[in-house]
C-alpha cells in the first residue's frame, strides 16, 4: 500500500485564479475488476488475497486546501472529525487495485475559510455514534452518522449544495448508490466558483 500526500491531490486538480483555497469530496467506490484480479477458482493461494481486498472498505471524505494544510473529515464513534496537517506530511488516500475515487471540488474564498472554521469549532464538540445505516431511518437522531451523510451535511451547512430529497434505505458502498445520493445533492455555484471534476483510478480514501 502506497499512502498519498496531500501534496499529490493539490498537483492533480486545476488551479483555481484567485480562490484562497479549494474544498472537495471524494467518493471512493470499489471495483469489482479490480477484486477479482487473480482469483482463481482452482487456486487456493488467490482466495486469502481475493478475500482481503472483499473486507476493504469503500469511503466517502471531504477536503479544505488552504495554504499549505490540509483538512480532511470524519465521523468516529466519538463524533465529528477533522483531521489537518501539512500537504507533505498528510495522506488522504492510498494506492489500491480495487477502488476509484471519484473528486467534486470548488474555488473558495477568505469568507468561506472563516465560515468553515466557525462551523469546524461548532461541530467538533458535537457527539455522535457512527451509524451503518442510513442515518435517516426513522428513530434516527442526527443526518451525520456515516461518512457520506456527514460529507452532504457539512457541504449542505456551508451552502455548497443542498437536498433535493432524502433516501431512506441501507447504508450499502456500491456505485449505484453513491451515485444516486450525490445526484439527490445538488451542487450549486457559490461566489463566482463552479464545481469541478477529477477521476482518481487505482485510489481509495479509506486509509485503515
Not at 492510498?94 to 471519484?102: I, K, L, N, V
Not at 471540488?105 to 445505516?133: C, H, M, P, R, S
Not at 477529477?198 to 480514501?205: E, L, M, Q, R, V
Amino acid at each position: 500500500m502506497t499512502e498519498r500526500k496531500g501534496t499529490d491531490l493539490k498537483s492533480s486538480l486545476e488551479s483555481i485564479s484567485g480562490a484562497k483555497g479549494i474544498f472537495g469530496v471524494c467518493y471512493s467506490i470499489l471495483t469489482w475488476s479490480g477484486v477479482g484480479k487473480g482469483f482463481g477458482l482452482f487456486s487456493p493461494s488467490t482466495w486469502g488475497k481475493t478475500l482481503g481486498k472483499l473486507a476493504e472498505d469503500g469511503h466517502a471524505t471531504t477536503f479544505l486546501i488552504h495554504k499549505n494544510q490540509i483538512t480532511l473529515t470524519g465521523i468516529s464513534d466519538d463524533g465529528w472529525v477533522f483531521d489537518s496537517g501539512s500537504l507533505a506530511s498528510k495522506s488522504w488516500a492510498r494506492t489500491t487495485g480495487s477502488a476509484t475515487t471519484y473528486v467534486y471540488y470548488i474555488g473558495v474564498n477568505g469568507d468561506f475559510i472563516k465560515k468553515y472554521e466557525k462551523l469546524q469549532k461548532k461541530l467538533a464538540k458535537t457527539k455522535t455514534a457512527y451509524a451503518v445505516l442510513w442515518p435517516n431511518l426513522v428513530g434516527s437522531s442526527t443526518q451525520y452518522q456515516n461518512c457520506v451523510s456527514h460529507s452532504h451535511y457539512l457541504m449542505s451547512e456551508l451552502g455548497l449544495a443542498h437536498w433535493a430529497h432524502s433516501t431512506k434505505g441501507w447504508w450499502v458502498p456500491s456505485a449505484s448508490n453513491w451515485v444516486e445520493w450525490f445526484k439527490s445533492f445538488a451542487p450549486v455555484q457559490r461566489d463566482g466558483y463552479a464545481w469541478k471534476y477529477k477521476k482518481f483510478d487505482s485510489t481509495n480514501t479509506h486509509i485503515p
